[in-house]
């Protein structure tokens, strides 16, 4: 394909070979991505835009400005880093790198939302020949709306924009926190959920610690002292509440009096039963992606 401007995102089963003038590339792949010239595309003016475990796959750095200056050596004009709950970074050549922070909702919906971030940053950099964070901070509104409302399109109200950017977060940071995961593994469906919520809390740049995985089953005395020991040690708890287990209500109840803060993932508990976490002040969402979220926004 050829034409002047171009938004390109990366396929499963292969690359789309384009020659553009300004291009926007998302390699829009987790385990696989690929660099734009892989296939023998050009653009005179690349923007790369991805997340930050694509850009961590496929450059094999985890440094987000040795990313950054990689993907400028590569070829890319501009790079976009995006990096969830901490907003994103920006990088050019021959200048400085900047951040744009991301934006606050009750809710998370994830499904699509790299798609809104990359079309309206597409949109402002090629169309409306905006600065690369002009355009990085009307994505990151655009899909802060997306994310809350799960509607389209974008409204172009300027009122809009200017209500979204009231609630930029106070940081653009997202501070790496020692997680403690609270929840049952006693079947295949908790091990599961326990091994996705491990996944996600990591991935969203967290260290965690987990007793299915870092100390497993075993007798009170000795796997007790230290899931204790990491409850003193850890700076939040994710738990999943669920099924209402006997040892996680232990864990979140001893978080609570040591002035932690909690964030609890149920779905299928009645308000009664969940009374005491709502009362003392825990974070609760029957929602994942917005959990995870909301744990990541914990000031």
């Keep these: 394909m050829t034409a002047e401007n171009i938004l390109v995102f990366g396929l499963i089963e292969g690359n789309s070979i384009v020659h553009g003038d300004y291009v926007v590339y998302d390699p829009q792949s987790p385990n696989n991505p690929s660099y734009f010239h892989q296939g023998g595309s050009t653009a005179n003016h690349l923007a790369v835009v991805l997340n930050q475990w694509e850009a961590q796959q496929l450059t094999g750095l985890y440094d987000i400005d040795a990313i950054g200056q990689h993907l400028l050596d590569k070829g890319a004009e501009v790079v976009v880093i995006k990096q969830g709950a901490s907003g994103a970074s920006i990088f050019e050549k021959d ?66 924009w200017n209500e979204l950017d009231l609630h930029t977060l106070p940081f653009l940071g997202h501070k790496r926190r020692n997680v403690y995961l609270a929840g049952p593994f006693f079947t295949m469906a908790e091990r599961w959920l326990i091994n996705e919520s491990l996944s996600a809390l990591r991935q969203t740049g967290n260290t965690v610690f987990s007793p299915l995985h870092d100390v497993g089953h075993g007798v009170a005395n000795v796997v007790v002292p ?60 029957d929602d994942f992606s917005t959990a995870i979220y909301r744990l990541n926004w914990l000031t």
């Design 95 to 160: 200048k400085k790198s900047l951040r744009v922070a991301a934006y606050r909702t009750e809710t998370v919906w994830p499904i699509g939302a790299g798609d809104i971030f990359s079309s309206v940053f597409a949109h402002y950099w090629i169309e409306e020949k905006t600065s690369a964070r002009q355009a990085a901070k009307k994505a990151s509104i655009a899909t802060a709306f997306y994310c809350q409302t799960q509607t389209l399109p974008i409204p172009k109200n300027p009122a809009f």
């Design 226 to 285: 230290l899931d204790i020991e990491a409850l003193d040690n850890c700076d939040a708890v994710f738990a999943i509440v669920d099924g209402l287990d006997s040892g996680t209500l232990f864990e979140l109840g001893y978080a609570i009096a040591k002035g932690k803060p909690v964030v609890a993932f149920v779905q299928n508990e009645t308000p009664d039963n969940l009374k005491m976490l709502e009362g003392t002040g825990c974070i609760i969402s």
